[in-house]
Nanobody, 112 residues
Framework: VQLQASGGGMVQPRGSLRLSCAAS????????MGWYRQAPGKERELVAG??????TNYAHSVKGRFTISRDNAKNLYLQMNNLKPEDTAVYYC????????WGRGTLVTVSS
């Protein structure tokens, strides 16, 4: 299974982006899907996650601004609104089934 994240780019503060994570190959028994980010000089952190039962959780810093969702094709999305410069980071998706699978990151830059 491979995951490909896309949708990153450069946006001005208060702008929006929608990230996508597409899964290729066979994968079943997904228990958790999440978006993580890593800013320069910082550790990777969980931004938002969704469980098999559709429970969601968000980092405090993005609550009310970001929305995680998925579709029946096992793709994952992150709608990011009201972006701030501190949201600048490389964003990664991760699926957890019997093992963890990470996607390649997509860079989000928020700058005026």
């Amino acid at each position: 299974v491979q995951l490909q994240a896309s949708g990153g780019g450069m946006v001005q503060p208060r702008g929006s982006l929608r990230l996508s994570c597409a899964a290729s190959g066979r994968i079943s028994g997904i228990r958790f899907m999440g978006w993580y980010r890593q800013a320069p000089g910082k550790e990777r952190e969980l931004v938002a996650g969704i469980t098999a039962g559709s429970s969601t959780n968000y980092a405090h810093s993005v609550k009310g601004r970001f929305t995680i969702s998925r579709d029946n094709a096992k793709n994952l999305y992150l709608q990011m609104n009201n972006l701030k410069p501190e949201d600048t980071a490389v964003y990664y998706c991760k699926y957890v089934s019997g093992y963890e699978t990470w996607g390649r990151g997509t860079l989000v830059t928020v700058s005026s």
